[in-house]
């Protein structure tokens, strides 16, 4: 589905992203797991194509197609799109008509099933306005109902679990396993290695780079007995690298 190759960003002299490879399969959710300031947000900017980021090397494939000089219209075309850390602020519309917008005018019942499966309560929530009445962790699930809604090829989630308190997540969680039940694949990026347990499996980056890859069980271990406690983020020891 997706493929990174020798992916490198330098900016202001700056390496940013090193060589970085990395491969997505069709339905997989695929951890990216690393401190902050290592490269994760930078990567999710990278394949989406956002904030004018062009690689300095390195090609995305996504498809059997190289996509790395598209725009980011043009990858959302192909199915692809990205989730920020702060959900969308879209003001004034109802939740419902948002869904069925997303779905593509979805009929009401679909709207239902998509609120159903973020945890939320169709009736509660169809005549709802986007506003601030709406907690974070309601926003944030309004907004994965309406990744469900679209029936994506790639999903990116950047920090799904920021601000979100412990009775949203586990909701916000089964919600991202059911994108990938549906088919989709999920790149999901944060620093939690509780978050990355739904993961198929996980890559762990630092300075831009991909450090190992495995299950999500022994990813996390290895990222608790070496990133965790690592004074020196973004200068990994010399022969840490296990892919």
Same mark, same amino acid.
């Given at each position: ?7 490198r960003? %330098?900016?202001? #002299?700056?390496?940013i992203?090193?060589? =970085?490879?990395?491969?997505? /399969?069709?339905?997989? !959710?695929h951890g990216?797991?690393?401190e ?11 394949i ?7 690689p300095?090397?390195g ?5 059997g197609q190289?996509?790395t ?7 959302a075309?192909r ?9 969308? %602020?879209?003001? #004034? ?5 948002? =869904?069925?917008l997303s779905? /593509?005018?979805?009929? !009401?019942?679909q709207?239902?099933h998509?609120?159903?499966m ?11 306005d986007?506003d ?5 962790g ?10 469900l809604?679209?029936h994506?090829?790639?999903a990116?989630l950047?920090e799904p679990?920021?601000g ?5 997540l586990?909701?916000i ?7 990938s ?6 790149l ?11 993961a ?8 831009g ?6 299950t999500p069980a ?7 007995d ?10 990994p020891v ?6």
């Amino acid at each position: 589905m997706l493929e990174v190759e020798n992916l490198r960003l %330098r900016l202001n #002299g700056k390496l940013i992203i090193n060589d =970085l490879n990395l491969q997505v /399969n069709k339905g997989e !959710i695929h951890g990216i797991l690393g401190e902050n300031g290592t490269g994760k947000t930078t990567l999710a900017h990278l394949i989406m194509g956002t904030n004018n980021y062009r690689p300095t090397g390195g090609r995305i494939m996504f498809e059997g197609q190289d996509i790395t000089d598209f725009s980011v219209s043009q990858r959302a075309k192909r199915g692809i799109s990205l989730a920020w850390q702060e959900p969308a %602020r879209i003001e #004034g519309m109802r939740v419902g008509d948002y =869904l069925k917008l997303s779905g /593509n005018n979805f009929g !009401i019942e679909q709207v239902k099933h998509c609120l159903e499966m973020v945890g939320l309560e169709p009736a509660q929530y169809l005549d709802r306005d986007i506003d601030n009445t709406l907690s974070g962790g309601e926003r944030k699930r309004i907004e994965l109902a309406s990744l469900l809604a679209m029936h994506l090829k790639l999903a990116i989630l950047d920090e799904p679990d920021s601000g979100i308190d412990i009775i949203a997540l586990p909701l916000i969680l089964d919600g991202i396993v059911e994108m990938s039940k549906q088919g989709s694949s999920v790149l999901l990026i944060t620093h939690n290695e509780k978050v990355v347990e739904i993961a198929h499996r996980v890559s762990v980056l630092c300075a831009g780079k991909i450090l190992m890859t495995g299950t999500p069980a022994e990813t996390s271990q290895w990222f608790k007995d070496n990133c965790r406690r690592c004074p020196h983020i973004n200068e990994p020891v010399e022969g840490t690298e296990r892919l």
